[in-house]
Structures are given as C-alpha cells and as structure tokens.
C-alpha cells in the first residue's frame, strides 16, 4: 500500500510519524442514529486531523472511508450494511482506500463484522478512537485491525472536536458517555459502556471556546443527563473532599453563565432522575431553553417494569405535572416504543391515553425491535406481530400529529424570539431558527444573519414548521 508509514530512524518523533500516517489523504465520515454519534464523529476527524488527515464531503475522492454507526434499532444496523454496499466499486478499484466501522455495530458486532462484511478493514468501538491512527496504520500494512475496548473513564475530555458539517451556531457538547440504565430493551449499555462523567472545568471550557468563535446555542448532550455527576458517588457520597462537587443543576448554571447571549440545550433527561433542581435552574436563566426531552416509552406501569424503567406511569405525571408548575412555557417531547413483549391492547391504550392526557409538543415513535443480549431479548418473547405493531404505531403517529399541530397553531399571532441558524431548506431568500421550545421558524431573511436573535410574528404553521414575519431586529 503506497502510504505504508516508515519510522525514520533517529527521527522517530511522534509529530512526524503523525503527520505522515495522514498526509495527503483524505477522510470521509458519515454518522448515522443519536446526536451522540454526531458529536463523537467529530472527536474522531479532531484525533485524525492531528495525524494529518483531511475531511472530504465527497466519498468518491476519499482515501479513508469511516461509518460511525447506530445499533439501537435492527433497521439502523440494515442502513449500515447497504450504505457498506456502495462502497465496494470504490474499494475494488482502489484496494488502498481504507472502509472502517465505528461506533455502536462495531462494538456490538466487533471481529464477527469483519467475517461477515469482507471489505471492511477497521473495526472500532466508541471508547478507542484515540487508537485510530495506530489501527489505521496496521490496515496500511495489510492487516484487518479492530479495537472494542470498552473503558470506566475515557470521556475525550481533552480532544477538541473538529465541527463537521456545522452552520458555525449551533453545536453539541457531550458532557458524560455510556448508560448504567439497562432498560431492558435497550442495546446502549452495551455498547457504549459504563456511565461517566465529563470534568465540568473542561465542558465549560469548551462553550466559552464555542461561544467566542461564534456559536450561540450548546446542546449538552448524554443518555441520561439527570445522573451527572462530578466528583460523587451513585449515592451521592463526596468522592474527594478537596474537590468541588458537581450535578447536573450545578453543570447547567455553570454552563449559563458563560454568556447571556449563549443558549443552552440538553439531551436525555431520564423521567427516574429529572430533579427539581433541574427544573428551577432552567427557570432561574433566561438563556436555557424551555425545551425537555422526557422519554416516557410507554403509558402503562406494568409494561415499564417490564422494560425496567425504574417509575410508574403515575411517576411520570407527577414529573410532567412539575415541569408544567415551574416552567409553564416549556415544550415537553418524548420517545415511546409500541409492541414491547407481550404488551396488550389495553397496555397500548393507556399509552394512548398519557399521550392524550400531556399533549407532547414533539414526539419519536418507534416499533420494537429485539436487540441481540439485552435483557428482554434473553426473558421475554418478542411476541407482537409485526402488523400490530405497525398499527398501534400509526395510532401513536395520528394523535402525535394533531398535537403537534396544536401546539404550533398556539403560536400564530405571537411574537417569538428566533435565533437564526441559518438559510431555510426550501429558499434561500429564506432563514431559519427555532424558539426556546424548540419549535422551528422559516421567515424572510432581510437584512438578518445567522446567530442574531430576532423577533419573528408567527402567521402560519404546519404540524413541523412555523411560518411568519420579522418585526423587529
Ligand atoms: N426497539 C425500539 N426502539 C428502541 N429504542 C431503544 N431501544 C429500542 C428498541 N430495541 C428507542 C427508545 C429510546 C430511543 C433512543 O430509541 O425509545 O428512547
Ligand atoms: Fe438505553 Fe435506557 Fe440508557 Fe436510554 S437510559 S440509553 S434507553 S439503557
């Protein structure tokens, strides 16, 4: 292979061999399933850019090829395996070009996914991107290499992402990885591994490095933002004396504090750990956005404890019922499953009924789908026709839409503060950008820019979009 690297010797310096391992060649990545995955892509093009690496948008002119990729659903893994598929012309007439899996399939599947897609070269779980440049280099000596070591502490605290496909405003900052949750569906603890925290001094850092080169909205992003937590044990037990403690109210009025003008965002909020304190930083600042992302997965308690969710549908009333009594204004979405094992017409209903009962401003449904060792893939049987689930989905997707559309329609006549993300889809002639509550606003662009914040008069909506005017700027 022509980039095969030679340690000089004497000049063995890890800069040089760095640089070589990239130069000239060219890395195309593509992210596929969370928002976590997006922002771990660019950690990943951070790593291979300090080896010299370009990014490429065009796969055709690519020299590594990498596919951070989801498992979550079998439909995601199915995505994956045909996106894999159209790069077997390239790979053939040009056996030098590097195919890599990272992510979720890579840590799930591991070696098996090198028998069963031959023209994959790299294996990589989500814990080993520091390990790219070495296992990039084995490829480029002819061999397959792969590196799923899951760790208790690597959070790329340190890495500073490289912003992919960014519009220069909006940006994610993972604050913590894995998931110690197993809810019993879900494939996530395995693949992505123990929970951990970020050190706050550096997600702090970060924003106020994302704000002073332009930004204007951070999303802290992990599976389950609720649990935290800095220098504390799980039961909350100060870990160092010497040092300062931090939770997530805490991280987020750290997080505020950066600037007035910086917007703040977070994702997953966990129904079990979502506090008051939460709740009454989001109100105290007026630059943390009204917006809650509360998955509830179903409407009936006995069907999550069978996905071992760790509350009761009365539980979750009680958490939609404080978010309603602190924040009035904010949008609440959710995520619900439909077809868990076994789960009855009544069990579905009462999920009907809760969806009926909060009026989501936002929701993603989807079907069950059995993930290989997960703990209701080895108790429970995947036992819903697939008809059925369909249908109980499409009833979901009905009643979502009409709430969606009422929730945007409550809009039309009210001024809304907009920052702009940038030009809007369909026109050019056209921006958009969202309100706190996170509902989205196309509006004529005048003479407005990206990342101001401006005040939009409402006059139309669909059940995904907001239609109207600037009246001020
Ligand atoms: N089948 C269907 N949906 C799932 N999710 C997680 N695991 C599965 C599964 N096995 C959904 C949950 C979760 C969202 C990210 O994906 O609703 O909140
Ligand atoms: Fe999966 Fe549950 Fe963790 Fe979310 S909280 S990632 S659904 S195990």
Redesign the pocket.
Known sequence: MEEKIIIPENQGNATVLAEQLGHSRKLYLESYG?QMNFSDSEIVASILSESGFGTTKNSEEADVILLNTCS??EKAEQTVRNRLNAFRKQKKENPSLVVGVLGCMAERMKKTLLDEEKLVDLVVGPDAYRDLPNLISEVDSGQKAVNVLLSREETYADVNPVRLGSNGITAFISIMRGCDNMCS???VPFTRGRERSRNPLSIVAEAKELFNSGYREVTLLGQNVDSYRWNLNKKGEVEDENQPTVNFAQLMEMVAKVDSKLRIRFS?SHPKDMTNDVLHVMAKYSNICEYIHL?V?SGNSEVLEKMNRGYTRDWYLERIEAIKTILPNAAIST???CGFCSETEDQHNDTLSLMKMIKYDFA?H??????PK?LAERKYEDDIPVDVKKRRLREVTEIQRAHSLMHNQKYIGKVQEILIEGPSRKSDAQFCGRNSQNAMVVFDRGETKPGDYISVLIEDCTAATLFGSIVEN
Do not use: A, L, M
């Open positions: 969370c979550i659903r569906f879900c494939v997953t998955p997965q995520d619900i499953i993603y989807f079907f069950y789908s059995e993930r997960t």
